[in-house]
């Protein structure tokens, strides 16, 4: 079975702070995805990032960047120079191989970014 | 591409009531997506189609639920005899065929109050 924990439930952080958002899995899967969603209040999910587990490169766009550590079974997600339009609540969810492609999210991290 | 699309946004009915959702997919994407999520939970799979086939069905998908694809284009979610613990916001996704290139993309989602 696959298994998110975001253990992180609020985080609120002023304007222009760095924050970081946890996610540690588990899955029995050798070749597996991992994934960071953005949840507006509009409700819908905005794909963000998607990692493969043989590419351990982390990987920067713009003032977002990811942690991909398989030692420690984490993927982790930092906002640097945070905005209010950050805002939201942010899922980590893994998948695993063809056949086995269903998402398994994580009960979410919501950031609230104070001005 | 226009993006995943779905109908009714909201829906408020009666307990005992049927309810139908629709869902539109990304054009040209085969495999379509069901998830629920309730309050400060994470998205949970209910059922996915690969074109017109329906492929897996999770444990939560109960006799009332019902999806269909049968054209392999939109798809259709319908729940019979409603109960007040349906109350969630239903959520499709799609993406092209699976494995290595599989991301999901969502829709804007079907928020449903039973009363």
């Known amino acids: 079975a696959q298994k998110v924990t975001q253990a992180q439930t609020e985080i609120s952080v002023v304007e222009k702070e760095d924050v970081t958002l946890d996610c540690v899995y588990e899955?029995?899967?050798?070749?597996?995805?991992l994934f960071w969603y953005k949840q507006p209040p509009s409700g819908e999910l905005v794909f963000l990032i998607r990692?493969?587990?043989?590419?351990?490169q982390n990987e920067i766009s713009g003032r977002y960047s990811w942690n991909f550590q398989k030692s420690t079974s984490s993927f982790n997600f930092t906002i640097t120079a945070s905005q209010v339009v950050d805002s939201a609540v942010y899922f980590c969810?893994?998948?695993?191989?063809?056949?086995?492609?269903?998402?398994?999210f994580g009960t979410g991290t919501r950031l609230t970014i104070i001005p | 591409d226009t993006g995943v699309s779905q109908d009714p946004r909201h829906k408020i009915t009666k307990r005992g009531q049927n309810v139908t959702f629709r869902c539109d997919p990304i054009?040209?994407?085969?495999?379509l997506y069901w998830y629920r999520q309730t309050l400060g939970q994470g998205p949970e799979f209910l059922t996915y189609?690969?074109?017109?086939?329906?492929?897996?069905k999770s444990r939560l998908l109960s006799d009332r639920f019902s999806a269909e694809r049968p054209k392999g284009s939109f798809s259709t979610l319908e729940i019979q005899r409603t109960e007040q613990g349906d109350s969630a916001m239903y959520l499709c996704?799609?993406?092209?065929?699976?494995?290595?290139?599989?991301?999901?993309?969502f829709g804007p989602g079907t928020r449903l109050l039973v009363l």
């Open positions: 054009s040209e994407h085969n495999r």
């Open positions: 899955t029995r899967d050798t070749t597996y995805y």
């Open positions: 996704a799609s993406s092209p065929t699976g494995g290595i290139q599989e991301t999901q993309y």
């Open positions: 990692r493969n587990s043989f590419d351990e």
């Open positions: 189609f690969q074109n017109e086939a329906q492929l897996e």
């Open positions: 969810a893994l998948s695993g191989n063809f056949g086995n492609e269903k998402l398994t």
